[in-house]
């Protein structure tokens, strides 16, 4: 069993920063692709960030110039660092995962509970 732990949302005001953490656990081989989604109220969930694990990353529109998305392989853990926080960017945040959990599996697609980010103007 593999689990996505997300932690550091919360209430920020307008043009303030948070830190996202992802901790991967469990039984993992190894793991390719990281990504963070969102999904605010009455909205579908969206790609944020993409990190592919070959040395690219990508971010959705909205957020290019203010997020990073960044990793620690030896930690299994993945970060979202959001500057300029805006209200829009009030949403839920997931950390999404694609995880090979033995040598001879296919990679396999794994999602966090989720962590609430809510901006305030």
């Known amino acids: 069993q593999v689990q996505l732990v997300e932690s550091g949302g919360g209430l920020v005001q307008a043009g303030g920063s948070l830190r996202l953490s992802c901790a991967a656990s469990g039984s993992i081989f190894s793991i390719e692709r990281m990504a963070w989604y969102r999904q605010g109220t009455g909205k579908q969930r969206e790609l944020v960030a993409d990190d592919s694990g070959g040395g690219s990353t990508d971010y959705a529109d909205s957020v290019k110039g203010r997020f990073t998305i960044s990793r620690d392989n030896a930690k299994n853990t993945l970060y979202l660092q959001m500057n300029s926080l805006k209200p829009e960017d009030t949403a839920v945040y997931y950390c999404?995962?694609?995880?090979?959990?033995?040598?001879?599996?296919?990679?396999?697609?794994?999602w966090g509970q989720g962590t609430q980010v809510t901006v305030s103007s």
């Open positions: 999404y995962a694609d995880v090979r959990v033995t040598r001879y599996d296919w990679r396999t697609p794994y």
